[in-house]
């Protein structure tokens, strides 16, 4: 498994002989742009967690899609019916999904896709269901968190925009997690963290932070982290290989 990091929360994950891209959102675009059409045209599954724009943004989605025309959008059911109408919503402007190319996915259902040669099935499971409180005032939102897997290869979980401890989570191979977020605080991160206790923590969702302000969200992480868990920045490549 190989992860590359895209700024805030995006991920291009390679497992299974399959290129997976999560949460392409307006953060990202630059980022998702510059792997050229080369990978773009590669990508088989682009999984999404929640409607929010810095998750996915309509227009940059549909740049993937054209880049990749056999590449199938793995959504959270509210996101995934937004995605087909017209309207643009809170994704910003750009065109619908044609209808056939989502797939919609509620917690605690799974999709397998079939072993490309040589490699073995690819598991994508949605767990949780809804986004963290932002305020009591606003709307909460569907937030699918997701469980990548390869046969029997190490899973990937990725918590989208929520900290909440499923077991699925619990003991996992890595888990991308939201280490700032408008919805969350320090202390929130840190128990979650040590609840679930994951084996190798990536931390995602930061672009909401300064470059001065990062560092200290991302060092308590590491510091308070329970034993066991290995909380570890993105290197200057901004990937992870397992």
Known sequence: MRIRHL???????E???RRVLVDPGAFSAEAVRALGPEVL??????AITHQHT?????ALLAEVLAASPEAVVVAEPETATL?????AGPMG???AVPRGR?????????HVFPAAAGEPELRIEAVGGRHAIIHPDIPRVGNCGLVLRAGEGPRLGITGDSLEPVPEFHGIDV????????????SETIEFLREVRPVLALPVHEAVASELGRPIFLRQSAALAPAGTEVRDWGVDGQVEL
């Open 7 to 13: 700024v805030h929360s995006c991920l291009l994950v």
């Open 15 to 17: 497992l299974g002989g």
């Open 41 to 46: 045209s590669a990508i088989d599954v682009v």
């Open 54 to 58: 810095d998750h996915v943004s309509r």
């Open 83 to 87: 995605l087909e109408q017209e309207d």
């Open 93 to 95: 402007e750009g065109p």
């Open 102 to 110: 989502t797939l919609s996915l509620a917690a605690g259902a799974a």
């Open 175 to 186: 888990l991308a997690f939201a280490v700032v977020a408008p919805w969350s605080k320090m």
